[in-house]
């Protein structure tokens, strides 16, 4: 019987960083070695990519219906980023947390302040080129953007790291592997804090034991017996 007992409930991990930097990479390679971990898909209104899979890296809608979902209440949270709406369903998200899923919410800065604000006790991570030269290179390897919206997407970069002190950690994207090991990391010390203990317990033979030394009092020699 463990001495304390723990919070059983799921981490709401928030994911942001650059358009770029790998963040959704980073998320899906953690969450395909871990049971407990679950990606909660976004919505948009861009437009899909080559790449992109219905469902798996975006839930694509027109702008029409986007607007459409935001008069429903349909989202926990959504912001506009460089001219399209991104959003996050509250569909299976609570539930999935009572259920001791980790839930990692891939999105924008404006979207995750609104879930600091909603849920504070959320994990914020932000995920940080190695250098604005590696990022500019994976953008270009994207093959989908106009040099309009490179300079655009540069722009927001710029904004955006300044914003990295408003959440817990910060994580360099320099080798993959070594991302999602700090990934883990981090969840593992979350899981280690103090305000996740729900109560702490003795059973009885450490009760005794306690008191015994607290008054003072000799030990009584015991035969420890070992099972063979």
Not at 200 to 227: A, C, G, Q, R, W
Request: aromatic residues 8%; hydrophobic residues 35%; negative net charge.
């Amino acid at each position: 019987m463990s001495i304390i007992k723990s919070h059983e409930r799921g981490s709401l991990v928030v994911i942001s960083g650059p358009s770029g930097v790998g963040k959704d990479t980073i998320v899906n390679s953690y969450v395909s070695s871990h049971d407990n971990a679950w990606i909660s898909v976004s919505t948009t209104s861009r437009q899909m990519r080559a790449d992109d899979v219905e469902g798996q890296t975006y839930n694509f809608v027109s702008r029409e219906q986007f607007e459409e979902l935001i008069a429903e209440g349909y989202f926990l949270e959504y912001a506009k980023y460089v001219d399209n709406y991104y959003g996050t369903p509250k569909k299976f998200i609570n539930e999935k947390l009572e259920n001791g899923i980790d839930v990692f919410l891939v999105i924008e800065i404006q979207g995750a302040m609104k879930i600091k604000d909603l849920i504070p006790e959320a994990i914020f991570i932000f995920i940080l080129p190695p250098n604005l030269t590696t990022l500019k290179k994976r953008l270009e390897r994207r093959g989908t953007e106009t040099k309009e919206k490179m300079i655009d997407r540069f722009k927001t970069a710029y904004h955006e790291i300044n914003e990295v002190t408003k959440y817990n950690y910060v994580v360099i994207n320099d080798e993959l592997d070594d991302a999602v090991k700090k990934i883990e990391a981090i969840l593992v010390s979350e899981k280690c804090r103090c305000d996740r203990i729900e109560e702490v317990s003795l059973n009885n033979e450490e009760e005794y034991m306690h008191m015994m030394l607290l008054e003072d009092k000799e030990m009584p020699n015991k035969v420890i017996e070992v099972e063979k």
